[in-house]
Antibody, heavy 121, light 106 residues
Framework: EEQLVESGGGLVQPGGSLRLSCAAS????????MNWVRQAPGKGLEWVSD????????RYADSVKGRFTISRDNAKNSLYLQMNGLGADDTAVYYC??????????????WGQGTLVTVSS | IQLTQSPSFLSASVGDRVTITCRAS??????LVWYQQRVGKAPKLLIY???TLQSGVPSRFSGSGSGTEFTLTISSLQPEDFATYYC?????????FGQGTKLEIK
């Protein structure tokens, strides 16, 4: 079964940092671009970042650019999101999601169950 | 690219046919996806490339459109279909989502 499992969420103070992880299983992780998507409580979905198969290319939403860093370890089948300078607006459930294979695969499936990040003093 | 879904809320009954619209602020070819999200769960892929049904998704779901206007239709609502639906574009970064359509039981 193809599966993504996020971890690392929790309560952090404004201005603090947190590192999220996403463990992949059931598929060839190194062959897929990976993404982070977040959802603030009671709100819609927001694409956050993605990373190429090799890890050499990353893109970010303007709302997190310069504060968040996406990375991956293909040997460990893992995706990461380093979040610095956190603010209340970053409070959300963070999902990792796999993009479809190659350039034609323009969809996200599967998604992890999400990990909640709460930024509050 | 901004995606605007209509309606934002929809009340319907089991067995009804419903249609949700997603309009893009500029042309996105057929690079549009639909997801279903139940309360407390991750989004689930329903349709990609505007009209291709994801494997395992019931055939009562269908999608159509290209360019700037897209629709998701559920031909005969089942109890498990009451959820929130999102469209997402993959034409260009950032891969934006619509604001969602919450489908509620009448």
């Amino acid at each position: 079964e193809e599966q993504l499992v996020e971890s690392g969420g929790g309560l952090v103070q404004p201005g603090g940092s947190l590192r999220l992880s996403c463990a992949a299983s059931g598929f060839t992780f190194r062959s897929y671009e990976m993404n982070w998507v977040r959802q603030a409580p009671g709100k819609g979905l927001e694409w956050v970042s993605d990373i190429s198969t090799s890890g050499t290319t990353a893109r970010y939403a303007d709302s997190v650019k310069g504060r968040f860093t996406i990375s991956r370890d293909n040997a460990k089948n893992s995706l990461y999101l380093q979040m610095n300078g956190l603010g209340a607006d970053d409070t959300a459930v963070y999902y990792c999601a796999r993009r479809g294979i190659a350039a034609a695969g323009r969809w996200f499936d599967p998604w992890g169950q999400g990990t909640l990040v709460t930024v509050s003093s | 690219i901004q995606l605007t879904q209509s309606p934002s809320f929809l009340s319907a009954s089991v067995g009804d046919r419903v249609t949700i619209t997603c309009r893009a602020s500029q042309g996105i070819s057929s690079y549009l996806v639909w997801y279903q999200q139940r309360v407390g769960k991750a989004p689930k892929l329903l349709i990609y490339a505007a009209s291709t049904l994801q494997s395992g998704v019931p055939s009562r779901f269908s999608g159509s459109g290209s360019g700037t206007e897209f629709t998701l239709t559920i031909s005969s609502l089942q109890p498990e279909d009451f959820a929130t639906y999102y469209c997402q574009q993959f034409n260009s970064y950032p891969y934006s989502f619509g604001q969602g359509t919450k489908l509620e039981i009448k």
